[in-house]
Each structure stands twice: as C-alpha cells, then as structure tokens.
C-alpha cells in the first residue's frame, strides 16, 4: 500500500477504499489494525499487567476482533449481492479502524495530565467524535468493498450486534423461565 492510498482515507475515504479492493494488501491491513488498537493502550495507563502483556492481548484482541466482524459483515453483505471476497472484507475494515491510531496521543494527554478535568472531557469528546468516524468509514469501507448500498452496508455492520441482542435476551428469558418454574 502506498503512501497516497494510505492519506487518501483521510481525505477521500471512498476514493481510497474503491481503489482498495485493487491490491493485495492484507498484511498492510493487519499492521494498521494492530498500530490502531496499540495506540488506544495510554488511555488504560497504568495497566495492572506488564506492559509486554497488554500490548500482545490489545494486538491479538483486535485482529481477532477484525475478523469476527468482517467474517459476519462479508456473509451479511452477500444477501445484498455483495461481491467482495472475505480477504477484501478483512482488509477494509481493518483499514477503516485507522483513525483509532489518534487515540494514543488523546490517551497520553489523560497521562501527562490526570487531574485536568478539561482534559478529560475533551478526550472523551474526541474520542467520541473519532469512534463516530470509524462507524462511518466502516460503513464506507463495506459499501465500496462488496459494492452494495449504503443502506445494505448498515445492515451488514449492524446484523452481527442486533443478533447478538437477540441470543442473549432469549438465553435470559429462557433462564428466568426455568429458574422460575425451580421456585
């Protein structure tokens, strides 16, 4: 991935994620995903583990975490007609986790200076702000990718939580059920 391509997902997003599909870029991909997720580590400073063990769970928990969604997203946006591969799904939605990279120097501002209430109700706000722009670079990045609608895009993010919501409220309400007829 070249450099112009990795500025264009801050200026041009469509742009970028269109011309993504174009290379094979996957480790690319996962050393983004994984600088991302290790820059949100200053906002949990101090870490109670060694700080060689949160950086190995943080990079682990979030290609991992990449996968799941894009495994889920790429099925989801396949009953749209989707055509995206899920080595394209995967490499777009890593990708579009880059502003996350931002976190760190917000994180670092809540080290340097912990008790400036300021502070922390700026990085919250930024914080806020930059999750927000993930969400819309997600949904850019499975719009452009599979080369469905915004509306099957938003689908395709939202399915995986929304049936999520749906198993654990059933799993309670058989459980309150069988635990009442125990009483």
């Known amino acids: 991935m070249n450099l112009q391509l990795a500025t264009d997902f801050f200026s041009e997003p469509v742009t970028a994620f269109r011309n993504?599909?174009?290379?094979?870029?996957?480790?690319?991909?996962?050393?983004?995903?994984?600088?991302?997720?290790?820059?949100?580590?200053?906002?949990a400073l101090p870490v109670p583990n060694s700080i060689a063990y949160e950086v190995i769970q943080t990079a682990i928990t979030g290609v991992m975490l990449a996968l799941v969604v894009s495994a889920y997203v790429c099925g989801i946006?396949?009953?749209?007609?989707?055509?995206?591969?899920f080595s394209q799904t995967y490499q777009a939605v890593s990708v579009a986790f880059l502003p996350q990279i931002l976190f760190g120097p917000i994180g670092l501002l809540q080290v340097i200076w912990p008790s400036?209430?300021?502070?922390?109700?700026l990085s919250y706000l930024a914080n806020f702000i930059l999750s927000l722009w993930v969400l819309y670079l997600l949904v850019v990045a499975i719009r452009e990718t599979h080369q469905i609608?915004?509306?099957?895009?938003?689908a395709a993010l939202l399915a995986g939580p929304i049936l999520l919501m749906i198993l654990v409220i059933a799993l309670t309400v058989v459980f309150a059920t069988s635990l009442s007829a125990l009483i």
């Open 149 to 154: 609608t915004t509306g099957g895009a938003i």
């Open 77 to 85: 946006a396949r009953l749209f007609n989707g055509r995206a591969s």
């Open 20 to 43: 993504l599909k174009n290379h094979k870029a996957s480790y690319w991909a996962t050393l983004i995903l994984i600088l991302a997720h290790l820059a949100m580590i200053p906002r």
């Open 116 to 121: 400036s209430n300021l502070i922390g109700e």
